[in-house]
């Protein structure tokens, strides 16, 4: 290793932080999470062991105040929002605890690569760059996320063609069109994966009279993901008794429950390509647009998307870690970086 420190990557997400490392590809992928203790406010654990230290032995989350396993009265925070640090202290402790985890090494400090959001303000810049160079980075390099997860997705971005990309995160999806290694035209819907958990516990309220929690509809909407056939349990409290009870649901039913949302995503796309030139709309209408993130995983959503676009929608071959292995591509080639910048 080189006394300078290795060249790394970071996708930080809201739902998960990916960590690429030069020479080896992506060497960590945990929740962006902190744990902390609710009595004496200190922090007690990051990423999985926030994850492991939130659930009590009886599989209640801590942050609703049940003691962890470890005997903690654990509340979980989840400190980055949309690609940038909501909580800059404990973004930055995160950031640190994995870049430490990934690198072994007390002396050298890396050189990172970033994503920013394609339509960023000056201010976020600098509180990204500064939450990197705070956990102990030596060089902060940032890439467009649109271009990350593009290059990362196997698109050619550099060509003068135009290339759709929806990103469906944990709190926003983002849609980009490139064209020439540059970012045309881009939106933002606030409400990714999580507005399908909403819509998940909304149709159980609804429906059954039961008010289910976010981790429960989290767990159910995944498991319909999974199981596209047969029922999915889920557990909530009775709204007129208070008791706790479990229904069960069909798995298409837990799926419909995606359809408002997947319609914001639609109208997000169609204004995206609304401010496109007239050429870089027909290619879109032949190329389609590819789908990365957590949310691209839902059984049904590139059908849906489909129909409400009238052009081809594929899913990138690995949805979750395009902008990891898009920001790595830039790590293995850092000249790239430069290529895309003069673009």
Same mark, same amino acid.
Request: aromatic share 2%; net charge neutral.
């Given at each position: 290793?080189s006394?300078?420190?290795?060249?790394?990557?970071?996708?930080?997400? @809201?739902?998960?932080?990916?960590?690429?490392?030069? %020479?080896?590809?992506?060497?960590?992928?945990?929740?962006?999470?902190?744990?902390? +203790?609710?009595?004496?406010?200190?922090?007690?654990?990051?990423?999985?062991? @926030?994850?492991t230290?939130?659930?009590?032995?009886d599989?209640?989350?801590?942050?609703?105040?049940v003691?962890?396993a +470890?005997?903690v009265?654990?509340?979980?925070?989840?400190?980055?929002?949309?690609?940038?640090?909501q909580?800059?202290?404990?973004?930055?402790?995160?950031?640190?605890?994995f870049?430490?985890?990934?690198?072994?090494?007390?002396?050298?400090?890396?050189?990172?690569?970033?994503?920013?959001?394609?339509?960023?303000?000056?201010?976020?810049r600098?509180?990204?760059?500064? @939450?990197?160079?705070?956990?102990?980075?030596r %060089?902060?390099?940032?890439?467009?996320?649109?271009?990350?997860?593009?290059?990362?997705?196997?698109?050619?971005?550099?060509?003068?063609?135009?290339?759709?990309?929806?990103?469906?995160?944990? +709190?926003?999806?983002?849609?980009a069109?490139?064209?020439?290694g540059?970012?045309?035209?881009?939106?933002?819907?606030?409400?990714?994966?999580?507005?399908?958990?909403? @819509?998940?516990?909304?149709?159980?309220?609804?429906e059954?009279?039961?008010?289910?929690?976010?981790?429960?509809?989290e767990?159910?909407?995944l498991r319909?993901?999974?199981?596209?056939?047969?029922?999915?349990?889920i557990r909530?409290?009775?709204a007129?008794?208070?008791?706790?009870?479990?229904?069960?649901?069909p798995?298409?039913?837990v799926?419909e429950?995606?359809?408002?949302?997947?319609?914001h995503?639609?109208r997000?796309?169609?204004?995206?390509?609304?401010?496109?030139?007239?050429?870089?709309?027909a +290619?879109?209408?032949?190329?389609?647009?590819?789908?990365? %993130?957590?949310?691209?995983?839902?059984?049904?959503?590139?059908?849906?998307?489909?129909?409400?676009?009238?052009?081809?929608?594929?899913?990138?071959e690995?949805?979750?870690?395009?902008?990891?292995? %898009?920001?790595?591509?830039?790590?293995?080639?850092?000249?790239?970086?430069?290529?895309?910048?003069?673009?």
């Amino acid at each position: 290793m080189s006394l300078l420190g290795r060249d790394l990557a970071i996708d930080l997400g @809201a739902a998960g932080t990916r960590i690429y490392a030069k %020479g080896r590809g992506i060497v960590l992928d945990e929740p962006s999470v902190v744990l902390r +203790d609710r009595r004496t406010g200190k922090v007690v654990g990051f990423g999985a062991d @926030a994850v492991t230290g939130a659930i009590g032995a009886d599989g209640v989350d801590g942050a609703d105040g049940v003691d962890g396993a +470890d005997g903690v009265d654990g509340e979980t925070y989840w400190p980055i929002s949309d690609g940038l640090p909501q909580d800059g202290e404990l973004a930055r402790r995160m950031i640190r605890h994995f870049l430490r985890k990934v690198h072994r090494h007390p002396f050298p400090r890396p050189r990172l690569v970033m994503a920013v959001p394609d339509e960023f303000t000056p201010i976020e810049r600098v509180a990204l760059r500064d @939450a990197g160079f705070e956990a102990e980075a030596r %060089g902060i390099l940032l890439v467009k996320h649109a271009i990350a997860a593009a290059l990362g997705a196997g698109l050619p971005v550099r060509d003068g063609s135009g290339h759709m990309v929806v990103d469906i995160g944990r +709190d926003a999806t983002r849609v980009a069109v490139l064209s020439c290694g540059a970012v045309v035209a881009a939106g933002t819907v606030r409400g990714g994966g999580n507005a399908v958990t909403r @819509a998940v516990a909304r149709l159980v309220e609804d429906e059954h009279g039961l008010l289910a929690d976010e981790r429960e509809a989290e767990a159910a909407k995944l498991r319909a993901t999974r199981e596209p056939t047969g029922n999915v349990l889920i557990r909530g409290r009775d709204a007129g008794t208070g008791e706790e009870r479990a229904v069960a649901l069909p798995a298409a039913r837990v799926r419909e429950a995606a359809v408002q949302p997947v319609e914001h995503i639609v109208r997000a796309a169609e204004h995206t390509m609304e401010r496109c030139p007239p050429e870089l709309t027909a +290619d879109l209408g032949e190329r389609g647009m590819v789908l990365v %993130g957590g949310g691209a995983l839902l059984p049904g959503l590139r059908r849906r998307l489909q129909e409400g676009l009238s052009m081809p929608v594929r899913r990138a071959e690995r949805p979750t870690d395009s902008v990891a292995l %898009g920001l790595g591509r830039c790590v293995e080639d850092l000249g790239l970086i430069a290529k895309l910048r003069r673009r």
